[in-house]
């Protein structure tokens, strides 16, 4: 998926390295003629890195040819898989140190899979009749989706997730009649809906700084709940993810998760205690966990707040006046 969209809404046919490259070049913004591209079917990653362009993308493909999609026993399978991914490693590694000698800057290396695939055990799932007019792909995709029952599917909608039309897709590991061989795509297990992303680089990730807050609003002495505004601010050039916040005295009254944008600002609203305050200020001390670019992070933070009201003799009287 480039730029948020599928193959099929890119304009143009992507089943060969041509394909991909204008898709690269749209997405990018790299001219094509300093995008080299292959695939292991045609070439070696090592001669196309050769090349020495600004983009290099190569394709794997030889995997699903020999063993994904043939009827390997799954331990069989799972060893053929680790050898051929040990050599993958080591194509990259040479391909890499090549493009370092020729090139004046280190390359960073994206490793972006598939999806998955689910092996159909013997004992799991359960085969899903189709109507007539019905077409299945890969055992696990049916369209038009009509006359499946719902615990055994379920329906895409075609504008949620940019299709060209509706899809039934089989639930857990569920399969549309007749019975696929070997591994097979789609479905609704982790495997298939999740897909990985590597980035490998040789230099040295920008820190991040850490999240900040600031706070609005005054504490009156004696009461119990005085609302206030806590803004956190992010003045990273990525997006964070405030996963918890906690304060003395404070109850957090907005949802958290909450996503901070990139050199950005997120408002929370709170509820301080000052039922038993008797300072003209009072310090909101704490720790905020967050996230990004894939790395957790915990912040010690603190506020002062102003209060107002009586003074702590005078307390009792306020309480009752109110």
Known sequence: MLRGRLPSQLGAALDTTDGYVRALAASTGIPTEEIAAGTD???????????????????????????VHRPLPE?????????????????????????????PEA???????????????????????????????????AYPPVGHPADSVAVLQAEDFMLREEVAVARSYHYFEPRPRGAVHGGMTPQELAVPLIVVSTVQPESLRDLEIIV?????????????????T???????????????LTR????????????????ITAV??????????????????????????????????STQGA???EQEFERLFE
């Open 272 to 305: 301080v205690d000052g039922s038993s305050v008797t300072s003209s200020e009072i310090v909101l001390s704490g720790a905020m966990h967050w996230k990004a670019a894939g790395r957790e992070q915990t912040t010690h933070v603190e506020a002062r707040v």
């Open 234 to 248: 992010n003045s990273n050039r990525q997006g964070a993810l405030l996963q918890s916040l906690r304060l003395r």
């Open 75 to 103: 331990h069989i399978r799972r060893e053929k898989i680790r050898q051929y991914l040990r050599d993958i490693a080591d194509a990259l590694g040479s391909a890499a140190e090549l493009i370092e000698r020729r090139c």
């Open 311 to 313: 003074a702590a003799t």
């Open 41 to 67: 079917r045609d070439s070696e990653i090592e001669s196309i890195a050769y090349e020495g362009r600004r983009l290099t993308f190569f394709s794997m493909m030889e995997m699903d040819d020999k063993l």
């Open 107 to 141: 390359p960073t290396v994206a490793i972006v899979g598939d999806h998955g695939y689910t092996c159909l055990g013997r004992d799991v799932g359960r085969g899903i009749l189709i109507a007539d007019g019905v077409k299945a792909t890969h055992g696990r995709a």
């Open 216 to 232: 609005s609003g005054s504490v009156i002495r004696g009461r119990r709940e005085n609302e206030i505004e806590i803004k956190v």
């Open 252 to 267: 957090i009254v907005s949802t958290i998760p909450a996503e901070i944008p990139a050199e950005g600002m997120h408002t």
